[in-house]
């Protein structure tokens, strides 16, 4: 048990070293700021943009949606279980067989989407100025890479990147927490190292693209070193929380709000990749075929650590 236990303590400075390091490194240098770079060292650092969208729609579609999902139909199909119990069986079939076949999932991952849409459209139309674009992000989108709106026509509109920023930083969040509990409810020394190199594996990558959204959205230097510091402190925060629950019932009281955070976290994933970070990476012409093996680069990444997280 104290093995079990030393164990665990040090997978919990493990996350917490790989979070700060991975985050704070396009932080701590400049080589990463696109604003100041030019030529190679630019697109450089936009096939690592479209990696960092390849990651993170493996981590929404491979990792978060599938925990979701799971979670949704083991907490529905105990639901049921007990529902059936306590009326003596004289429930409906036919009511259950539809509860049962609904996708509660998918509509609680859509929830989470039109979550950050809803958001965004209410900024709008109270502060429009709330989430423009900085002048930096101006003179991105009019000529980093020497192109004009002869292109293509027209440019996608400035990305409202400081807002869905903090969108993911808050989603990744609650992933990080309960990616901690999973590791500190684990019963035996093999089972937590098992787990815990897995969720290693994909963090530094995770955390890494995190922030360098937050470097590329024109975010404050104390902002985003605020950022990255509470989000390096979310995983030993459920870990912690696994410990001090592992002699209860982990399932009783909370299954159920975990999978609905899970599955919110992931359309909030779905719709920073798709409506912020692809559409800024892909606006130019520049290396089309380059930036989608860079964007399935990332996802095979995360789609191979599927196997064991």
Not at 64 to 93: K, P, Y
Not at 139 to 144: I, L, S, T
Not at 206 to 224: A, E
Request: with cysteine.
């Amino acid at each position: 048990m104290e093995l079990l236990l030393g164990v665990k303590i040090g997978c919990l400075f493990s996350l917490l070293l790989l979070t700060l390091v991975c985050g704070l490194i396009p932080i701590c240098f400049k080589w990463f700021q696109i604003h100041a770079a030019t030529g190679r060292h630019r697109r450089v650092l936009s096939f690592l943009g479209c990696t960092s969208a390849g990651v993170f729609l493996g981590a929404g579609l491979m990792h978060m949606t599938a925990e979701a999902l799971e979670g949704i139909e083991s907490e529905l199909q105990r639901f049921m279980v007990q529902n059936r119990t306590e009326n003596g069986g004289s429930s409906s079939n036919a009511a259950d067989s539809a509860q049962e076949e609904y996708p509660y999932g998918e509509l609680i991952i859509s929830l989470g989407f039109f979550l950050v849409f809803l958001l965004e459209s209410l900024a709008l139309q109270c502060c429009p100025g709330a989430t423009g674009q900085s002048a930096m992000q101006k003179e991105e989108w009019r000529g980093a890479h020497g192109l004009e709106l002869h292109s293509h026509g027209h440019l996608p509109s400035p990305s409202r990147g400081p807002l869905r920023a903090l969108i993911l930083l808050l989603s990744l969040s609650f992933h990080s927490v309960f990616e901690g509990l999973a590791v500190g409810l684990q019963p035996t020394v093999a089972a937590t190292l098992q787990l815990c190199l897995a969720v290693l594996a994909h963090k530094g990558l995770i955390v890494f693209g995190v922030g360098l959204r937050l470097v590329q959205v024109g975010t404050g230097p104390r902002w985003t070193m605020f950022s990255i510091m509470a989000l390096a402190l979310m995983s030993p925060l459920g870990l912690t929380l696994g410990l001090a629950v592992a002699g209860g019932d982990p399932e009783k009281g909370w299954g159920l709000a975990q999978a609905v955070l899970e599955g919110v976290a992931a359309g909030t994933f779905l719709y920073v990749t798709f409506l912020e970070i692809l559409p800024r990476e892909l606006a130019a012409p520049e290396a089309p075929l380059a930036k989608w093996g860079c964007v399935a680069a990332g996802f095979a990444f995360m789609a191979f650590i599927a196997l064991w997280a």
